[in-house]
């Protein structure tokens, strides 16, 4: 590993601020989520609270997703959600071998961080995945549950609010998945803390 310290400033106010609301907002949708649907007998949060608090987050939340989208498109932070399609697979596979093996042995990171690349292809699978499929698709099936009225009747014979009911529960518990393995990355910087200190002032600490 490189033995000298680098603080590397990845991370401007605006993300800082947009991932901070999101974090926030998706551990509150996730506890009134669960509530929501293991509402019987009692849960957590009180099926009425946790239903209009689940509404305003999940709201909250598309706003604010709408402007990490904006931003992505008129900042430079959307050039490190373009994947460079070729080689992509095996470069996957070099990182995915990198954190079951080469960590183990002390061994340099196939990707190293720098400015002009700040996730390594895993992350970077992992965050375009969720960043323009899972949440999109959580807040578009979230809205029509919201709003029925503007939700398919039916498709093929099934109703469209029971299929958008299942979009949503299957996107939410991938994105809870995705939480859990991400935190559990997220400690494995140069300190267990470092990584979530980097979040909070914008410098990313390299080995
Ligand atoms: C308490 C919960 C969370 C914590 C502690 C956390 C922590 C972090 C940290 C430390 C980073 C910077 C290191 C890195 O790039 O890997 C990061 C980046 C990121 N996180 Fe999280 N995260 C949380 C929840 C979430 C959630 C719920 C989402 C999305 C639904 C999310 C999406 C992202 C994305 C997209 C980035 C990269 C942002 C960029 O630089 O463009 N995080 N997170």
Redesign the pocket.
């Known amino acids: 590993m490189n033995s000298h310290n680098e603080r590397l400033y990845?991370?401007p106010v605006w993300?800082r601020v947009w991932?901070m609301t999101?974090?926030l907002l998706?551990?509150i949708l996730i506890i009134t989520g669960l509530s929501i649907q293991f509402s019987n007998p009692s849960t957590v949060v009180k099926f009425k609270v946790a239903v209009s608090v689940h509404n305003i987050a999940g709201t909250i939340l598309a706003i604010s997703y709408a402007l990490f989208f904006i931003g992505n498109l008129f900042t430079r932070?959307g050039v490190?959600?373009v994947i460079e399609v070729k080689g992509f697979l095996n470069r996957m596979m070099a990182q995915f071998r990198y954190y079951t093996i080469g960590i183990f042995r002390n061994e340099s990171p196939p990707f190293p961080v720098t400015v002009n690349s700040?996730?390594n292809p895993l992350?970077q699978f992992s965050?375009v995945a969720?960043?323009y499929a899972l949440?999109p698709l959580v807040i578009l099936s979230g809205l029509g549950l919201l709003y029925p009225e503007i939700t398919v009747n039916s498709i093929m014979g099934a109703s469209g609010l029971d299929i958008t009911d299942l979009i949503h529960l299957a996107a939410g518990f991938l994105?809870t998945i995705?939480?859990c393995i991400?935190?559990y990355?997220?400690t494995i910087g140069k300190t267990p803390t470092s990584?979530?200190k980097?979040?909070i002032d914008g410098y990313?600490e390299s080995h």
């Open positions: 990845l991370y993300i991932h999101n974090a998706c551990l932070n490190f959600y700040k996730f992350q965050y969720l960043m949440v994105i995705f939480m991400h935190i990355f997220c990584n979530f980097s979040m990313h």
